[in-house]
């Protein structure tokens, strides 16, 4: 009886997963590639049957993710000319998540690292060095909005959901979160799940007024600056979580690499959007970052441009 209901279920969850591939904004590309995603997304689909069975509360989920997040969010103590305007700019791309359960807070930490993260119930951290790194408000969106997305679409949690379940992690035992968090994580996200957080994170940007091209540009520079090897690809988001974790993060290169077929994606995706935006305007912003102003306080001219990147 399984046998024939597990056949079943598993060719459903192919057709699925070759309809996402078909009209899906995660993957448009017609290709060997696309159809080899189809058993990624079967696979997907499985893990979130079994995940749904355990999942976890937001409520719990962000209990634990402050928890987890208290050694960094210590060590972001003492940014203040940058954290309220990380906090500005993120809390205005809140609005357009499909989780409103979960309250985020963004942390600026010190490092010359070029990176940023994010943990369990919207915990969002971003170097100091990635913030040089950025030159406009509008990529400073694109990457929060990144990272907004790993913890809508339950990236994050789902790396801890079972041990939670479990009742395999203390919630209030540091040391053990610490530990469990460097065995967890160190598998890195899954391609299909940094392909939705792409997909997401330019939604949120672009549904915020920002200029879409920003994250391509973003990741076509960290591209340029780190010299990507095309054959591959780091699979360590995080690290360790208190005292070596600031240097263990490295670059976003290391931890979300911006391979050229991420960027081909996004370039896809957002010529996909172009009929629907063309009448639009978006916002830049690179004197707002300049000045750390954000645009929803004071928007400056020659900032506005047109679906194509032309200046208003």
């Known amino acids: 009886m399984w046998n024939r ?8 969850l192919m057709l699925i997963g070759a309809a996402a591939v078909w009209i899906g904004d995660v993957d448009e590309s017609v290709s060997l590639s696309a159809a ?13 049957f079994g ?14 993710g402050r928890n987890l997040s208290r050694g960094m969010i210590d060590a972001s103590a003492g940014n203040s000319d940058w954290q309220s305007y990380v906090t500005a700019v993120g809390q205005g791309l809140v609005p357009f998540v499909r989780r409103p359960g ?18 369990p119930g919207g ?17 400073l969106a694109s990457i929060l909005g990144h990272e907004i997305a790993h913890v ?3 990236h994050c949690i789902e790396m801890f959901q079972s041990q939670i379940a479990l009742d395999r992690i203390g919630m209030d035992e540091i040391g053990q979160l610490a530990e469990m968090t460097h065995q967890v994580v160190s598998a890195g996200y899954r391609k299909y799940q940094e392909h939705e957080a792409d997909a997401a994170g330019l939604r949120f940007a672009m549904a915020a007024g920002y200029e879409p091209g920003a994250i391509v540009s973003t990741f076509e520079r960290l591209r340029e600056r780190y010299e990507e090897p095309t054959t591959t690809r780091s699979k360590k988001p995080i690290g360790e979580i208190t005292g070596s974790l600031i240097e263990a993060l490295g670059s976003y290169f290391e931890s979300h690499p911006p391979t050229a077929d991420r960027i081909s994606r996004l370039k896809q995706l957002i ?5 629907a935006i063309r009448k639009k305007s978006f916002y830049i912003g690179k004197e707002n970052y300049l000045r750390k102003i954000p645009k929803s306080s004071e928007q400056f001219d020659g900032e506005a441009v047109d679906s194509g990147g032309k200046v208003l």
């Open 36 to 48: 080899m995603e189809v058993w990624g997304d079967v696979i997907r689909d499985v893990d979130q």
């Open 102 to 119: 979960i309250q985020y807070e963004f942390h600026v930490v010190e490092g010359s690292w070029v990176n940023a993260f994010a943990l």
């Open 152 to 154: 809508d679409q339950r």
């Open 51 to 64: 995940l749904t069975l355990i999942r976890v509360s937001d409520k719990k989920e962000m209990e634990f």
């Open 123 to 139: 915990q969002v951290f971003i170097s100091t060095g990635m913030l040089k790194f950025l030159r406009s408000e509008s990529e």
């Open 271 to 275: 010529a996909r959007k172009h009929p």
């Open 5 to 12: 209901t597990g056949a079943w279920i598993l060719l459903a």
